[in-house]
Structure formats: C-alpha cells, structure tokens
C-alpha cells in the first residue's frame, strides 16, 4: 500500500510498506519483476525501537531500500540500508539483491544485540530513553548513544543541578565500551560492568541539586538547636571560587513577630575557611553593640527581649549576643555551634562539585599498580575488581581462589598517599573457622569501606598468601605456591631437597611448635607451564617465613616485614639462630656409671678428664694445623665438630668468637682461630696424657661434646687465622 512519496534527484519514489514489515521506495516505472523480488524478501528483526543509521543506504528514515528503473541502461538502481548503491541488469538482481539483503539482516541483528548491551547499561544507569539518541554505524558494528541529561532550573532562575553531556558507544569487537563525559578526560575502552558504574556515577552528579546534598549533610549537626525547639532554616549556598555555606537560626516566634524582627532575632552561622563565623541579629542589633542606638528609637521593637534587657551589650562578644538572642546557656550554645561548624564543613564538601567519573576512574587504575604487586601474575589477570568512585576506592580480590580461602579483599583509594586497605570481605567470620569461604550476604561498598584495616603493601601480601597457604585445600595451595614462584630459575633437585629436608630435621631438634610446610611448584602445570622451585613456610619457635629457592645458593624470604634475598648459608643462621638444637642437649647429659664403679678414686677420674676441649669446622686447615701440634705434643684433648652444634656457634658468636678452631682450657679459657704462639703456651702449661705421636679423639665423635662453661666475666680471646663460623 502506497504511504507517502519522496523526491530523490531527478525522480520521484513512492514508499511501501509491505505486510512482512519490509519498508521500500520505489520509481513508478520499475518493472513488475523487479517489483515481486522485493516483495518476496524477508523482513529483519524488528529493533523495536527507531534508530539512525549511520552509512549508505536510503536517505528516508526507516526505508530499508530504495530501488529505481533506469530505462536508458535498461539496469535497475538500488541501495539497501548499510550497504553502497549499485546497479545491475534486471536478470542480475535477484542474486545480487539476495547478497546485499542477508547482509542487511546480519547488520540488523548485530544492531539488535548491541542495543541490549546498551539498553542493560543505560537502564541501570537511571536514563530515560528521551535523554538519548541512539545511532548505528554497520561498517564499525558499533552503536552509540548520544546523552543529554538537563539542567533544572529554580524559579529564581538558578540551576540547582548541573546536567550532563555525554557519547557512550558499545562495540561488538572485545565486547567493549567506551565513554566521553564533556569536559573530561576519556577513559579508553571498558567492560560493560565498569562502563555502566561509570555512566551512573555520571548521571547521578548530573542530576544531584547541591542545595539538598548540603541540607542532608548539615541536618544531623543541627540537633542541638533543634532539640531546644528552635528553628534551623535550610542552608544557603555561595558561589565563588569555591562554595560557601551558611545557615540561620532563630527562635520560633520570629515568624509571627512584627516585620524586621527576623533578621534582628536571628543568628546566621558560616565558615571563614574552616573557622566558623557567626553573626547574631541585624544592623539594628550592630547598633545597640556599638552603643549608637539612641534611647527611645522604636525599632528596638524588633530586637530581641532578652538582648534589649541585657546589661553591659557593648562588652558582649559576638557567641555571648547569639546565646541570649536564642535563649540559650552560654555552654549549651557552644556546644551546639560547634557541631554546627563540623556540619557546615560536610555541607560545603557535599555541595563541591565533585571530580569526574573518567578522572576518579583513571587514577585509580593508576593506582592499582600497588595492588598487582600483591598477586601472582596468574592470579592478578584473573583478580575480581570493582571501583567505588563515591568513595574513590578501588577493591582487588584473588578470584581465581574460588570460596577456597579467606576472602581477603585490597583497597587502593584514588589519594596515592593513603594506605592500603584490607578487609575480610564477609559480613561475619567465627574465630577458628575453615573454609569454604562463601559470602551469603556480601558486604556492600560502605560496609567494606567501614570494616577494612589500613596495611603496608608488605603486610598486605602476608596475608594474602597466608589465606591461600594456610586455609585453602592443598591443590589450591600447591597451585598458589606454583604461581608464586613462577618464571624462576629454579634449583637442582638435589639441592632444593637438601634445603628442605635440613628445615625440617632442624624444626624437629628444636622441637615445640616449630614446623616447615614445603609447597613444590608444579612444571607442567597448565597454569604456569615453566614453573619451578619449592616453596618453604616455617612457622613456630618464634619463626614466620617463607622461602622461595630461586637460584642456585640463593633464597627469597618473605617475612610479614618485607623480601629479601640471601645465600642458603645466611638463611641457615638465621634458622640455627631461631631454632636452636635443643632436643639433643640431653645427649650430653654424662652416663650413669654402675654402682661397683662410683667407688672408684676421683683423683683417677679427673686424672683421665681431658684438659682441653677443640671445636673445629669441617675442612678448617687452622683446626688441622692445631689438632698436629697438639697430638705431637702429646697433649689430650676432645675434638667437637661444630657443624652439628648450632647451638654453640650462636654461643661462640655471641661472645665474639667467629673463627675456628676454638681451644677451650679447663679453666674455661678460649681462644678462637689458629695461633702458633698460643698452642705453645698451652702444650707447655700442659701435662702430657699420651705418649708423643699419639692422636686424640677424632672429629667424629662432635655429637655430645664436654658441657660448655658460661663464665662470670670477660674471658682473654686471642685470634688468628682459621675458618669463620
């Protein structure tokens, strides 16, 4: 059925809808056949909405082809929504018609799922469908939608919200969004999820009237006025370089006074800066401080009774005027007008305008570069994040963890001089509790915000890892401890057992709580295909660590301060030093001797003692030299090897004995290293207990050892050249 005509150039088209819903144009003297291959196409998806195309295609809006007879050529003419004119032989279109057409209704749908993308961000976002026009663009497969969200007015003429210009366009391509505030810096691309938090954060400031933000912020400060039923009217706001507020009280009798008493009657409270400024009554009131209010003058009429009583008004200052013109108790009013003064800073700070979405956005990606350190690279890509610009935060929680572990969720705040945040991200978690950690109401931003602790960034990645290591199920910890260690040179085998098997035989010497957890990394894990390496975690006996073998003699430790790097050796000391072997000392305990025996001569007993004892370190040529001198000598002694007495190299160490051997007399004298001179006084002071050319105890039998001496005070050290301990 024929609608309406319109004029392309040189010809006149009549438009068409047929009932399939296809809408053509159409020249009068286009041949039949041309006519009933049109007719018989397909209609697209209905949109069910009007859009504009962007592109070639018809010029009218909601024609999908346009067709015209060239009857010099004896061709047909045609465009079709999307796609550029052509024109072809009348035998020709039918294939060529077929071609531009399914690719008509492959733009349509493409449309249509993009326009529900769109629709699910705008929606959300609190936009009416009358704020935006809406576009399509079939060579980029994008739409966009042009948003005007506008100003209202007062009837004053004032604007008490600021609108909003802005262009969201939703890209099939990634499945993408990009966004463009007006007078902001863009954003980039986004995922729909942020590009709608964005859009509403937009629209939402797009709309907000900073005279009720004020009011609301101002309000709960105002009790101490209210409560003594005076009147506290809504804020006024100042515009300047920046927003000034203030507000008035007053008596509720004011309103039924006689004219002028209002501003007489009342107080007005503001900020200068973040003092607060008041000023009570009117100019009349001005006058009767100042003394040049003449008696008699009936405008006192207006002024307050309690003020116009008072005696001595010129000496009052300016919150002892204000307390007697609402009535007040000087303390009361004090206390009142500094809430007030606080309310007054939140209202001023509530009506700012405030920052951009794109730009709170932007920063905080920026600042996130604080958290990804936090997370192993596997993890970090498949980290959840969310952005609450109300508050300029952004939370970083390790997704790929699942409900295995404790909810440990980040913060960054958009101020790059804040802390980090930490929180539990569970409404409620019972001491002692294991996972799985599922959240059945999860906290909302403000509940986050207001339960999270701040943490350094090393604090921050203790717990984190502790989380996954300690609470999580072993694939998961494995899995975590693989990703940590990922894209590190990694150990020999041999040497990386080696560690991990001295850990734990040394947690087991020390004995109590002491305990290493070993996490070995995965090679060939899907996840990290190259990762290798062991994890190590000792906890206990006043150790919390954990140690990464990265390279050949070298370890990563992590503690809840901070890494560092060391050689194996250092990391061994500190071990020795922490977990010192305590469950062997009972090996030095002296064996009971038989009855038949404890009869015998003491003076035989000590005449058998050694008079020295040696400690020496494996491969010391110092301990070799002093152990022939002494042998030559003839001189008897007890050999200890040191290397399987951490107890007494901490104990050498912390008297300042650092080099081996050490020569301790009976006395309790000892000397540390290899010192010729000293081996002579010692063999000469000393009576021989072996023929000459007979050796003492050999190096090992170091397990037990002779009880070592503490001495009452500072013994002679004398050093020389031997092997450091």
């Known amino acids: 059925m024929s609608e309406y005509s319109i004029s392309s150039p040189g010809q006149e088209l ?47 809006p909601g024609v999908d082809i346009e067709v015209a007879w060239d009857d010099q050529a004896q061709a047909v003419a045609y465009g079709v929504r999307g796609r550029p004119e052509r024109t072809v032989a009348l035998d020709d279109l039918e294939q060529a018609l077929a071609q531009d ?13 993009l326009l529900e993308r769109l629709d699910a961000i705008t929606t959300q976002a609190g936009l009416d469908a009358e704020e935006m026009e809406v576009l399509f663009s079939p060579t980029r497969r994008t739409v966009t939608a042009q948003i005007m969200v506008l100003p209202e007015r007062t009837e004053h003429g004032l604007l008490p919200t600021p609108g909003m210009r802005s262009e969201l366009t939703i890209e099939e391509t990634d499945q993408r969004a990009l966004i463009g505030l007006q007078g902001a810096q863009s954003t980039g691309r986004l995922t729909d999820e942020h590009a709608r938090l964005l859009l509403s954060y937009a629209v939402q400031e797009a709309r907000r009237e900073p005279g009720q933000a004020a009011w609301e912020a101002l309000h ?7 409560d003594r039923g005076l009147e506290v009217e809504d804020p006024a706001l100042h515009w300047g370089r920046t927003v000034g507020v203030s507000v008035q009280v007053h008596p509720p009798a004011v309103e039924a006074g006689p004219l002028g008493s209002w501003d007489e009657q009342s107080l007005t409270l503001s900020l200068d800066g973040d003092e607060l400024a008041i000023r009570p009554g009117g100019p009349i009131t001005q006058e009767l401080r100042s003394g040049v209010l003449a008696a008699g003058d009936e405008r006192t009429m207006w002024l307050s009774p309690d003020l116009a009583a008072a005696p001595g008004v010129g000496e009052m200052s300016s919150t002892e005027v204000a307390a007697t013109i609402l009535g007040m108790p000087q303390e009361e009013f004090n206390t009142a007008a500094s809430s007030v003064r606080e309310g007054l800073i939140a209202a001023r700070d509530a009506a700012a305008p405030r920052r951009p979405a794109t730009n709170i956005f932007n920063d905080l990606r920026t600042h996130l570069i604080r958290v990804d350190s936090l997370l192993p690279d596997a993890a970090r890509e498949t980290a959840s994040t969310s952005f609450d610009l109300d508050r300029g935060v952004a939370w970083v929680r390790a997704q790929a963890m699942g409900a295995s572990h404790r909810p440990i969720t980040i913060g960054v705040s958009v101020d790059s001089d804040s802390p980090l945040l930490e929180v539990v991200d569970r409404q409620a978690v019972e001491p002692g509790t ?16 207001e339960a999270a602790t701040p943490v350094s960034a090393q604090q921050a990645r203790w717990d984190i890892d502790s989380a996954v290591l300690r609470d999580a199920d072993e694939h998961t910890a494995h899995t975590w401890a693989t990703w940590r260690t990922a894209g590190a040179q990694g150990w020999a085998n041999e040497e990386a057992s080696a560690l991990e098997r001295w850990a734990q035989a040394q947690a087991t010497l020390t004995g109590g709580d002491a305990r290493v957890s070993v996490f070995e990394t995965s090679p060939g894990d899907p996840l990290e295909a190259d990762a290798t390496g062991r994890l190590l975690e ?56 038989p009855a038949t025996e404890r009869g015998q001569d003491a003076s035989q007993v000590q005449a058998e003692a050694p008079e020295l004892t040696v400690y020496t370190t494996p491969n010391c040529p110092g301990c070799k030299m002093t152990r022939r001198q002494l042998d030559k000598a003839g001189v008897a002694y007890e050999a200890v090897d040191l290397s399987s007495r951490p107890d007494l190299v901490e104990q050498f160490r912390a008297e300042g004995l650092r080099q081996a051997p050490i020569i301790e007399t009976s006395d309790g004298q000892r000397t540390a290293g290899f010192n010729p001179s000293r081996i002579k006084a010692i063999v000469a002071a000393a009576t021989p207990q072996q023929a000459p050319g007979t050796s003492g105890p050999s190096d090992g039998g170091g ?7 503490t001495p009452q005070q500072q013994r002679p050290r004398a050093r020389g050249e031997g092997m450091h301990l």
């Open 14 to 60: 009549t438009v068409e809808y047929l009932p399939s819903g296809v809408v053509y144009a159409a020249t009068e003297d286009l041949p039949e056949a041309a006519r009933k291959m049109i007719e018989g196409l397909t209609a697209p998806t209905n949109l069910g909405r009007d859009i504009e195309w962007r592109g070639p295609g018809p010029a009218a």
């Open 101 to 113: 057409w399914d690719n008509y209704r492959q733009d349509v749908e493409a449309a249509g799922q």
């Open 220 to 226: 709960p400060y105002t009790a101490g006025f209210r």
């Open 434 to 449: 294991v996972g799985p950690w599922v959240d059945p109401i999860p906290l909302s931003d403000a509940e986050r915000y």
């Open 538 to 593: 000792m906890r206990g006996g006043g150790m919390d660590c954990r140690v990464i073998t990265t390279s050949p003699g070298q370890v990563t430790v992590t503690t809840p301060a901070g890494t560092s790097t060391m050689t194996t050796a250092e990391m061994m000391d500190q071990v020795r030093a922490t977990w010192p072997d305590t469950t062997t000392d009972a090996l030095s305990t002296a064996i009971p001797t």
């Open 703 to 709: 397990g037990g050892g002779r009880p070592t001496h």
